[in-house]
C-alpha cells in the first residue's frame, strides 16, 4: 500500500512539472487558450496531491494507533474483520 501511494505521488509530480512546462510554452505562444486547459489540469492534479496528502497522514495516524495496540497486547486480525464486513 505505502509503494502505491508513493508511486502515485511520484507520477502526479511529474504529471505537474509537464503541465508546468506546458503552461510555460503556451504563455510564450500567446496560445492562452491552451494555457486555461493546462491550468485547469494543473489545478486538477494539485487536488489529488492533497488528497494523496490526506490518504497519507490517515494511514500514519492509523499505523500509530496499531502500534499502540500491539504495545498493550491487543492485537487484531485485520483480514478476519474485512471478511466479517463483506458478509
Given amino acids: 500500500m505505502q509503494d502505491t501511494i508513493f508511486s502515485q505521488e511520484a507520477d502526479l509530480l511529474q504529471k505537474v ?6 503552461i ?18 494543473l489545478q486538477f492534479l494539485v487536488m489529488q496531491l492533497q488528497a494523496l496528502e490526506q490518504k497519507k ?26 471478511k466479517e464486513r463483506n458478509v
Avoid at 510554452?25 to 494555457?35: C, F, G, I, K, V
Avoid at 497522514?57 to 474485512?82: E, N, S, Y
Fill in 17 to 22: 512539472s509537464q503541465c508546468i512546462e506546458y
Fill in 24 to 41: 510555460q510554452e503556451a504563455l510564450q505562444n500567446r496560445d492562452y487558450e491552451t494555457m486555461c486547459i493546462e491550468m485547469s489540469e
Fill in 57 to 82: 497522514a490517515r494511514r500514519k495516524q492509523l499505523m500509530a494507533i496499531i502500534q499502540d495496540m500491539r504495545k498493550r497486547g491487543i492485537q487484531i486480525d485485520f483480514m478476519k474483520l474485512g
